[in-house]
Structure formats: structure tokens, C-alpha cells
């Protein structure tokens, strides 16, 4: 546990965000390298997943510290909505809709998982060491995985409101939010893996991936039909879109959320009086309504590589909140926390089979509820930059969903502690 609260070796920001700026120049620039190493290298391990774990191990090993770190929360509220206003700007609606009832299949399996895992968890784990299930009052192993179940059904503010409802103690909820972090960003790494593994995985589920695949072919044709070399003021125009609607959903939600919050307090439970909902629903619905208009054709200047280029950065900054050894802490709080995802993963795979969905609904699907709208558009991206929206839309529904979800979840889980 010393080593967890040591001095962190770096704690300015700038030589911080600096390193990951050089990681991810590496990452590209190895990537793109003709040498025979780097191209069977890149064959098997995604430019993303190196992305994201290279950065986990500046948290691992001490050199920062994540939680002081502002760098997660800059690239989350100002990075984040610019790059989906430049990814969705471009994208065609019509097309989104025809992707069908699949990704809503995937979404609410998903849900489920989360639900019924919990409980589940606990009781095969009391089954292995009644002690990693035990506790009373607020000390109670359920009372800080039933916060676990609102972050992953939803987010931080459903993660808040379970806190608030079934009251764990500050150790035992500075703990599930060990866990939390810890098991969904493992799996976050094994589904990015998963993504250089697509098409084996859609011919191993016999899934019909041919709305992806013509969305994705769409939006390929289209960017070369318009792209052009960019100019500074090209760049500085979807500079200024990118930032101009984020700048524009931020003062929204700084009016929306704290009204809310005044004279609604019961849309709470919906996640509504949150800034950060606001400020992802307010930037993707305005970049979706530009999509209708000439503004579109901005793609053609390199909207969406931009967009990416965010992406990655976001991608960097959520690798460097991951902390592996801290499953050494507490093996037996983390065993409750991986067998309940695992209850999730089967879930998933079991309903994709029976439907034949695609990897990809499976995937971001997962990612709705396991992260929100702060890394489901990241990995919807990561199969293709014009999916993005898909990750967003999935997501919303997630906040809606979260703070009832979570609440059946843990009492769920305090009657199998019993």
C-alpha cells in the first residue's frame, strides 16, 4: 500500500501530456515503418491497444499520478466533444439508422450482465472465501459493489448516486473505485485487442456485419470524393467548429444542468443534472444537425483526422488512469470484480452467437454501459472514425438506464451476501 501513495516521479502536467505526445508519435511512427519487426509487430497488436496500455505504465510503476493528473478530466471535457462534432459532422444518419435493432440487443444484454452479474459474483465468490464477501453496516463488500454496478451502467454520476444511496464507507468506496477502474480497463484492452481480431470474431459468431461494412465504405468513398490538401485556414475552420460547439455546449450545460439540479432534483436519477451529459448530448446533437448542411463537406479538409487525432490523445489519457499492481491490494475485492465481468462477457457472447451480431455492437455495446459516453464513441472510432456517433447514442441511453439499473443491482447483491 506505500508504494500506492509514493511520491509520483513526475507531477507537472505539461512534461506529463508531453511524454504521451512522444508515445503516441512512436506508436505512429513505428506503425508506418516499412522494417519487416514493425510491420509483423503491428500485425498482431492494434496501434490502439499499444496507445493505451504504454501510457498505463507511467501509473503502474509511480513515474505519475493519475488521480492528481488533470490531463484525463482537460482531454475528457474539452477534447472529447470537439472531436465528436468533427467525426459526426460528416456522417450520414440515414445509414446509422439502418444498422438495426442489433446494437439495441447488444446494449440492454450488456445491461443485464451487469445486473444479474453482481449478485452472482458475490455468491460464487462467498462460495471460494466467505471473507471476500463480508463485512457489516457500511463496511459491507455489497454496499461498495453496488457503486461499481452505477459506474458501469451509466457513469461517474450514477456511480455518485449509488454512493449516496447505499452509503459505504470512504475506504471500502475508495476501493470499488480501485476495482471499477482496474477490471473495466482490462477488458477496454482486450476488446481494442479484439478489434485487429474482427473478422474472425464475426465469422466465429456468424454475424451479418454488412450495414458496419457499407456505413464504413460510404463514408470512405465520400471523404475521398471531397478531400483536398488542407490550408491553415482550413484547419482553423474546423478548429473553430470543433471547439466553437464544444465551447457552446459547455455554457449550456452550465445553465441546463445547475436548473435542473434547482428545480427538478428528481431528474437526478437520470443522470440530467449532470454537466457532462450535457455537454456530450448538446455537441453530438448540433454536429448531427450540421450533417444535413454544407458544413459537412469539411471532411474533406481533414475533419475527422482531427477527430482522431483526439481520439488517440483521449485513448492515452485513459491508459494512464490504469494501475495493474492494485489488484495485488485487495486479490479478494478484485476476484468479486472479475468474475462479474466475465458473468458480463458471457452474456454478451452468448446473445451475439444467438443473434449473430457483429464484434462491433458487441464491443460498444459493453462500452455503453462500462464507461459511458467517455469511451464508448473512443472505441466505436476505433473500428471506424464515422461509427462514433453509434457509441454516443448508446451511451445517452446508458445515463437514462444507470441510477435504476444499479439500484436493482444492489439489492440484488445484498440479499446473495446474505
Known amino acids: 500500500m506505500e508504494q500506492a501513495h509514493a511520491e509520483p516521479l513526475l507531477t507537472n502536467d505539461a512534461v506529463i501530456f508531453g511524454i504521451l505526445m512522444i508515445i503516441l508519435a512512436a506508436v505512429f511512427k513505428t506503425a508506418a515503418s516499412e522494417h519487416p519487426f514493425w510491420k509483423k509487430f503491428y500485425t498482431y497488436v492494434p496501434i490502439i491497444l499499444?496507445?493505451?496500455?504504454?501510457?498505463?505504465?507511467?501509473?503502474?510503476?509511480?513515474?505519475?499520478?493519475?488521480?492528481?493528473?488533470?490531463?484525463?478530466?482537460?482531454?475528457?471535457?474539452?477534447?472529447?466533444?470537439?472531436?465528436?462534432?468533427?467525426?459526426t459532422i460528416s456522417v450520414d444518419l440515414k445509414e446509422i439508422i439502418r444498422l438495426g435493432p442489433k446494437s439495441l440487443i447488444m446494449f440492454f444484454t450488456a445491461t443485464i450482465g451487469i445486473v444479474l452479474g453482481g449478485p452472482a459474483a458475490i455468491w460464487i465468490a462467498s462460495l471460494i472465501n466467505p471473507e471476500f464477501v463480508g463485512g457489516i453496516g457500511p463496511e459491507a463488500v455489497w454496499r461498495g459493489m453496488s457503486t461499481i454496478a452505477g459506474s458501469w451502467i451509466g457513469g461517474g454520476a450514477n456511480q455518485a448516486a449509488m454512493y449516496e444511496v447505499f452509503k459505504p464507507s470512504d475506504e471500502l468506496y475508495s476501493m470499488s473505485i480501485t476495482v471499477d477502474i482496474i477490471v473495466a480497463e482490462i477488458w477496454m484492452a482486450a476488446l481494442l485487442l479484439g478489434i485487429g481480431k474482427t473478422k474472425s470474431i464475426d465469422a466465429f459468431l456468424k454475424a451479418d456485419s454488412s450495414a458496419i461494412d457499407s456505413l464504413r465504405d460510404k463514408m470512405d468513398a465520400y471523404s475521398k470524393s471531397i478531400s483536398r490538401i488542407p490550408s491553415t485556414t482550413d484547419l482553423m475552420f474546423i478548429g473553430g467548429i470543433g471547439f466553437g460547439i464544444t465551447g457552446f455546449s459547455h455554457f449550456m450545460a452550465d445553465t441546463i444542468a445547475p436548473y435542473i439540479r434547482e428545480n427538478a432534483p428528481n431528474l437526478s436519477k437520470f443522470s440530467l443534472d449532470s454537466n457532462f451529459f450535457w455537454i456530450i448530448v448538446i455537441a453530438t446533437a448540433l454536429a448531427v444537425g450540421l450533417s444535413f448542411t454544407r458544413l459537412r463537406?469539411?471532411?474533406?479538409?481533414?475533419?475527422?483526422?482531427?477527430?482522431?487525432?483526439?481520439?488517440?490523445?483521449?485513448?492515452?489519457?485513459?491508459?494512464?488512469?490504469?494501475?495493474?499492481?492494485?489488484?495485488?491490494?485487495?486479490?479478494?475485492?478484485?476476484?468479486?470484480?472479475l468474475i462479474w465481468m466475465a458473468i458480463h462477457i458471457?452474456?454478451?457472447?452468448?446473445?451475439?452467437?444467438?443473434?449473430?451480431?457483429?464484434?462491433?455492437?458487441?464491443?460498444?455495446?459493453?462500452?455503453?454501459?462500462?464507461?459511458?459516453?467517455?469511451?464508448?464513441p473512443v472505441l466505436a472510432a476505433a473500428f471506424h472514425p464515422s461509427l462514433a456517433p453509434v457509441g454516443v447514442l448508446l451511451a445517452v441511453l446508458g445515463y437514462a438506464l444507470g441510477t435504476?439499473?444499479?439500484?436493482?443491482?444492489?439489492?440484488?447483491?445484498?440479499?446473495?451476501?446474505?
Open 50 to 87: 499499444l496507445s493505451y496500455f504504454l501510457p498505463s505504465l507511467l501509473n503502474t510503476f509511480g513515474i505519475v499520478d493519475a488521480e492528481e493528473s488533470q490531463i484525463y478530466f482537460v482531454a475528457s471535457r474539452y477534447l472529447l466533444p470537439a472531436c465528436l462534432v468533427l467525426l
Open 297 to 337: 463537406k469539411i471532411e474533406g479538409a481533414g475533419a475527422s483526422r482531427m477527430g482522431s487525432v483526439f481520439i488517440f490523445i483521449l485513448v492515452a489519457a485513459i491508459g494512464m488512469k490504469m494501475d495493474v499492481m492494485a489488484i495485488f491490494d485487495n486479490p479478494g475485492f478484485f476476484l468479486v470484480g
Open 346 to 376: 458471457i452474456l454478451l457472447f452468448i446473445m451475439a452467437k444467438i443473434t449473430r451480431a457483429p464484434y462491433f455492437f458487441l464491443a460498444v455495446g459493453s462500452k455503453a454501459n462500462i464507461g459511458g459516453a467517455a469511451s464508448a
Open 404 to 418: 435504476y439499473g444499479a439500484w436493482l443491482c444492489g439489492i440484488l447483491m445484498e440479499m446473495a451476501s446474505k
